[in-house]
């Protein structure tokens, strides 16, 4: 058996030790004390033998001297064996007489220690001599007895004192001790409102009142850390954003109730348990999920990742996802903890946000082309009109005249299409009925259309909608021309549906994000060739068109989408390539009806009597020519300036001098609306006509506040103007004074 000091070091006890410490001191004091009295014997027995040897050599040569002196070898020899015999100390005798005769001579060489010698003599006269030889046999065994009983002595000792310390020990040690083990399982078991009670040991004492001591500490860290459990447990469950954990490979360790909603599942454990396959169950482009990783390998913390996720139902989810990489005991990643947050919605809006900038960017510029083009257009539709006036009777000449004004309304209907996309455009909003605006539409429609291509109409709404009818009519033509573009050379149809419905809270099948209430459903479908969906997520921005070049300005559904989100309504499209396409619009209907409206009253046209002054404001010296021209014709006196601050000047020289302000709404400078704030600190009764390329810029409250009478959209006919100087100055009192 091999012996393995490891075994017994792990079976040491406190007492076991104590014990073995004492019985080997015992041991060791009994081993000092035994040679001490070894040492002390022996030099005691020396001694008792040399005292002894000299008393009975003594003895003995006075027994002999006779028998010497009267040469009695006999009793010489009697003697001697006498003292052999009977004394346990002499191991040997020796007897000679004078002459040198050897009368007895018994001695072992090896057993005697001492030898004494005894000459005799008589009148000093040598008789003889006699020699005793000694050994320490019987002190010998004497000693080994007494050895032999204190040894039996001093083992029945430590054995009484080994049973004695046992007793002890267990009495006032291992029973504490025991205790002390107990009370500490039990607190290793959670038992931490039990404090151990304090033996009478001052040394235990102190231990079990530092195992109290610990074991408050770890009663107070399980308290905090609980809390803070409890408080990490809230913030992980109520989490808005999903928190995540998940292997190399691909599988969730561990997900929070935010990270299944997300995704689509009842919850955390039915993530984990039905994904398995990250990469590719969750993941629209599986390489993304390597790039993540990849960068978590070179020790990154990767924050705003974004990518494209797969909801459960199949549909597609944006992600901004911050995760960071835990590496295992070799260094290598071991798994992924993160979170990610839903922002399909931003992502949404970001899109709408880009769209609304790209429509504001088309309406600064629209506003910038239609200011200068409607002044271009001012001067055309004026000198038109003063042209057709002077033609007199000559028809071919106003024929010509007559082409020429076409031409320049069509091209201010381009102008307010280009307005119309920017929403900068003018419009009269009036309650109208759908129905025959649409009915209208499609009668213009029908005779611009081949014959090939059949126009189904559905006509069944009877609502009234609150709107301008010529931009409806532009949305339904748009429409239509679109879905027969869209058939092509071909033959096919387009139908038209107008129907009224009614969403509800719980509606959801109209495809269009819709507050409850009454609408008119406006559809156009066509049997065309259909789009795809990178060009259905296309066709409302403006500029943007599928067709050949030539054939399209990209305005035409990007107007649509703007006359439409301008009356709150919404505009959606199915479609297919090879399977046509169906748009619906939805317009919130009106619960007045048409021709409510009020009437305005209009009052008779009349001319100046040539007293009545026009101050007249405008940048374009071609526009002030025109209208001076005009004006008076009309019998008015009209004095021109080129900027707002020149004409302040002028009318603070004499604020009672003139009877209408014509000013042009921008200009270098002061505009127009701040002359007219100037004007009516000046005179508050004083009537003004704001003229501008895009009126939407001027509503009733902003000309209340300013104090302008009316407002006239370029290009303006003469004879709207003409009537609106003559309604200003007929409504106004002639206060105006001729100058001197």
Known sequence: MQFRPSSLLKKRTVARDMVLGLTLTVLLVVALLGVSYLVISNRALSRDLRTRADRLIGEVASVLYFPLLNLDNQTIRHIAGVYLESNDYISGITVRTDFGETVIDKKDESDWLLSRTRVLKKNDREIGTVSLYFNDGK????????????????????????????????????????????????????????????????????????????ARQIATKNEELAKSEKKYRSIFN????????????????????????????????????????????????????????????????????????????????????????????????????????????????????????????IGTLAGGIAHDFNNILFAIFGYLELAQAQAGHNPQLTASLARALEGAKRARDLVRQILTVSRKAAREVRPVRAADIVTEALGLLRSSIPATVAIRQEIESTATILADPTQIHQVVMNLCTNSYHALGDSSGTVRVTLRDIVVGRDTGTTGADLAPGRYVLLEVEDTGCGMDEETMAKIFEPYFTSKQQGKGTGLGLAMVHGIVESYQGRITVQSRPGEGSLFRIFLPAAEIKAGEQPRQQVLPERDGNGRERIMLVDDEPMIRTLLQEYLSTCGYRVATFASGEAALAAFAGAPDSWDLVITDMTMPGMTGIELAAEIMKLRASQPVILCTGYSAAMNREQNEATGIRAYLQKPVSMEDLSRCVSELLQAEPHTASAPA
């Open 139 to 214: 002190l010998l065994g004497a000693r080994r007895n007494t050895i032999r009983t204190a040894l039996v002595l001093t083992l029945v000792i430590i054995g009484i004192m080994v049973i004695c310390i046992n007793l002890f020990l267990h009495y006032w040690l291992n029973r504490p001790f025991e205790q002390l083990i107990m009370g500490i399982r039990r607190i290793a078991s959670g038992d931490y409102d039990n404090p151990l009670p304090a033996p009478p040991q001052t040394e235990l004492a102190a231990i079990t009142h530092e195992v109290n001591i610990m």
């Open 238 to 361: 109520g989490a808005q954003e999903g928190i995540f954990q998940s292997t190399v490979g691909g599988r969730f360790l561990t997900a929070n109730p935010a990270m299944a909603r997300i995704f689509g599942y009842d919850s955390p454990q039915e993530l984990i348990r039905r994904c398995t396959d990250i990469p590719h169950q969750l993941y629209v482009d599986p390489m993304q999920r390597q790039e993540l990783i990849n960068r978590l390998r070179k020790g990154e913390a990767v924050t705003r990742f974004t990518t494209r996720f797969r909801h459960r139902d199949g549909h597609t989810l944006w992600v901004s996802l911050n995760a960071r990489g835990i590496p295992g005991p070799d260094g290598d990643l071991q798994y992924i903890e993160g979170m990610l947050e839903d922002i399909s919605e931003q992502k949404k809006m970001e899109e709408e946000l880009r769209q609304a900038q790209k429509m504001e960017a």
